[in-house]
């Protein structure tokens, strides 16, 4: 099995549970650490004629992530494109059970496992915080309606006061977000790259909670621990 992959998340879960079957990855594809395979553009412009001369017997996409241009060139060279699409974290268990199965993977990984039974025997939030979440700026945008995201932080007991917006990542003006008075702001590390001197600064007063965008946005072995890293850095804005 030669598998091309254009998520980053699902990279990582493909390379560390079928072992070699990976050949291709995009340029953003950064786990596991020190990943050895043909890159093959970005997730937005992947080289579609890199990942033919692969001649992959997969390729593993995303609805929301790659581009239906992209997808459609490949499957009009012939090529099989399995395309996911990730609302919520149950969705995502059940997604990457069905592309560890595409790609050959037949015992259930044991970080699968243990991703659901974190999630499942997570305890109920003793109290939940509002919040906006920023994913880019100039222009500013945040988490809007349905997302991956949005649902991590909500079984965080983070509800983030975009989440009934009409747009799934809408824009909004930086004194509308102000003026929506959270009760913290999450900064993650992609994709926009927020740091402590890029981000915080236009949310005075109010506490930001830098975190990992690999925990909160990707579906992967990064499950198994997101809970925890995600609380630790909520609660270190908090305090």
């Known amino acids: 099995m030669r598998v091309v992959s254009l998520v980053p998340s699902l990279t990582e879960a493909v390379a560390v549970s079928a072992p070699g079957a990976l050949v291709g990855a995009t340029d953003w594809c950064s786990h596991p650490v020190g990943l050895d395979v043909t890159r093959v553009g970005g ?35 012939g090529i099989e494109v399995l395309v996911t699409e990730v609302r919520d974290v149950p969705q995502a268990f059940r997604e990457l059970a069905r592309v560890l199965d595409a790609c050959g993977v037949r015992a259930r990984p044991r970080w ?87 981000g915080p600064e236009a949310f005075p007063g109010l506490p930001c909670a830098l975190v990992s965008g690999r925990h909160l946005t990707w579906y992967g072995p990064s499950l198994t621990e997101a809970p925890r890293v995600l609380s630790e850095a909520l609660r270190a804005a908090r305090r």
């Not at 992959?56 to 459609?72: T, Y």
């Not at 929506?180 to 890029?198: I, Q």
């Open 43 to 77: 997730t937005k412009n992947p080289k579609v004629d890199r990942i033919v001369a692969l001649a992959p017997d997969l390729v593993i996409a995303n609805d929301e992530e790659n581009r239906a241009p992209d997808l459609d060139a490949l499957r009009a060279a």
């Open 112 to 198: 699968l496992d243990e991703a659901e039974r974190t999630w499942s025997s997570s305890p109920a939030p003793d109290r939940r915080t509002t919040a906006v979440v920023p994913i880019w700026r100039r222009p500013w945008m945040v988490l809007g309606r349905d997302t991956f995201a949005g649902d991590v932080l909500a079984r965080l007991g983070v509800d983030h006061l975009y989440a009934a917006h009409e747009d799934r990542y809408p824009r909004i003006p930086l004194d509308d977000l102000l003026a929506a008075a959270p009760d913290v702001v999450v900064l993650p590390d992609e994709p926009y790259r927020f740091t402590a001197d890029d």
